[in-house]
Every structure is written in C-alpha cells, then in structure tokens.
C-alpha cells in the first residue's frame, strides 16, 4: 500500500423486502492500492452497519464477492480501486444482475447452485479434463489433478444477454459445467439437460461471459464445444438407427 489518499464517493445500491430501490451516497478516503471490497467493509465497520453484501476468501477463490462496479461485473475482492476511478470520483456499486435481490448486494444464487448440482459438476479434474484444449498443459511424468476454474461467482450469468431476458436459461456456467462433466464422464443425461431451448441453443454467442470471467474458464467456448457435442451425439445416433433398419432411404 502507498501513503497516496483519494478522496472518493461511493454510490451504493440498497434495497430491502418490498420495499423501493434507491442509492446512497458515502465519503471515503482511500489508497489507490486498496481494492473495491476493502472500501465497502469499511463502510460497512465505520459508517453504516446495515450495508449488506457478501464476502469470504479475499483472494478470488470463493466468488462470493462478485458486483457490478461501475456497471461491469467484477470481483471486489481483487479490483483495486485505481482500475476504476481516480482521485475525487465515484464509484458506483450494485448487485449482479439477472438475480433476485435479496437485500442491498446480496442476490439470490439458491437457483444457480441447484443448477450446477444438477448437472454433476465436480471441482477437481484431471490435467487434460481441466485444461481447456488451448491451454498450455504440464510436461509432468504422472497424472495429477487440479482444481477446475470455475469458482461459482456467477458473473457470466449476469454479464450474459440471453439470462436478461429468460429467468429459464440455464445459463453460460451451468451449460460450461455441463460441458465440463460430459467430458470427464460422458454422461447422458448432461445432453438431455443442454440439448434444449433454454440450454444451448438459447446462447446468442455474445461472449460476453467469457469477458468477464474471473477465471478464465471461457464458458462461451464451453458453450459452442457443447453444441458440437450434441450434434455429433445425435449423428451418431441416427446412423445407428438406419444401419439396424438395413440402410438409407433413397
């Protein structure tokens, strides 16, 4: 941390059950060094204890930090105040969106993790299942496991204009999650799951989940990977179909 003082203003969203959405405005000198997260607790210690949000690990592991900061959606706990503002501006904080608020940062991801659930997502995979294809993978003698990237921040779903306008899309970490498990386990079930109008083809190849992913886990290529795979699932499929019914129709 530097000796360097901002004087900044935060403008936070608040809201509370059946009640009007409105923000609030608060003084705060800060390092520019500091992060995003590092000023809203001490609002929250200092200045107003019925600010809510939520928060954990600090170090861009949990994903439980995860707001809109100046209208883009990032992880307050690794945004360091200097990325988004100078000396005597303001900082704009919201909740994600495209989930229900519960109160002021706080949204509703009870929906989410079901989800993810659903789809058998596992956190530790081999290299070669953990590794997106273009990644530059380990020259290790042994197999290893590593942690898959994802970290169940929900980012992308608020980034990603197909989840503003349909509540029943599953959603780009979910569907990339999908993806994750066919490819470890081929599992049925996760085509059964994506292969729908709400799974897969309701993506609009925005990209813009992968923009804003925190961990590099690039759902929107996870997303088109997964499409390939239907298809080809369905080819197969077919063919199998026609060579036990004694060949193609002419």
Known sequence: MSKVRWALHLKIFRKRENQPAYYQNYS???????????????????????????????????GACGMLVNGKEKLTCITPVKSVTRDGGEIKIEPLRNFPVHSDLVVDMGPFFRRMGEVGFTNVASLDAANLPYERKSQAQREYERLVDCIECGLCISACPAAAT????????????????????????????????????????????????????????RIMDMRRK?????????????????????
């Open 166 to 221: 349909n509540i029943d899309y599953l959603g780009p970490a979910v569907l990339a999650a999908a993806q994750q498990t066919y490819t470890i386990s081929q599992q049925e079930k996760c085509l059964l799951l994506t292969d729908t109008r709400d799974g897969v083809w309701r993506c609009h190849s925005a990209f813009e989940c992968s923009e804003v992913c925190p961990s590099g886990v690039d759902p929107a290529w």
């Open 28 to 62: 705060i000198e800060a390092d520019p060094d500091e992060y995003i997260l590092d000023l809203i607790e001490r609002i929250w210690a200092e200045q107003d204890r019925s600010l809510t949000f939520r928060h954990a690990c600090h170090h861009s592991t949990c």
């Open 230 to 250: 239907i298809i080809v699932y369905k080819a197969g499929k077919l063919f199998k179909q026609k060579k036990r019914g004694g060949g193609y129709a002419k």
